[in-house]
C-alpha cells in the first residue's frame, strides 16, 4: 500500500502550474514538466514551491524510471492497472 492513496493522488496538483505529479516511492512527488520534486514527510505532501527543489537532467532521467518501474509493477499480466492512472511521458 502506498503512503499516498490513488484517490488523492488524482486530486493532489503541483502548486506552481496546477498539473499532476507523480508519486516516486514514498517519499516524493514529482512534475515532470517543471522538473521540481516535492518531498513528502510522515505521509504528508509538502506543497509549497519554497519547499520543492529543482531536479537535474540526471535525477529527471532516473525519478521517471523509477515512476515508469512503479506503474508496470502496478500492472497484472492483462495489462490493467490496479492504481495510479498517471504515466511517466
Not at 518531498?39 to 529543482?54: A, F, K, M, N, T
Not at 529527471?60 to 499480466?77: M, V, W
Request: hydrophobic content about 40%.
Amino acid at each position: 500500500m502506498s503512503v499516498i492513496d490513488a484517490r488523492l493522488l488524482e486530486i493532489l496538483a503541483c502548486p506552481e502550474d496546477k498539473g499532476p505529479l507523480l508519486l516516486i516511492g514514498e517519499d516524493t512527488l514529482y512534475n515532470q514538466r517543471l522538473r521540481r520534486a516535492y518531498r513528502i514527510d510522515d505521509g504528508i505532501p509538502v506543497l509549497l514551491v519554497d519547499e520543492s527543489r529543482q531536479v537535474d537532467e540526471a535525477e529527471h532521467a532516473d525519478l521517471l524510471s523509477r515512476a515508469r518501474a512503479a506503474e508496470q509493477g502496478a500492472t497484472g499480466a492483462d495489462g490493467a492497472g490496479a492504481g495510479d492512472r498517471r504515466s511517466a511521458e
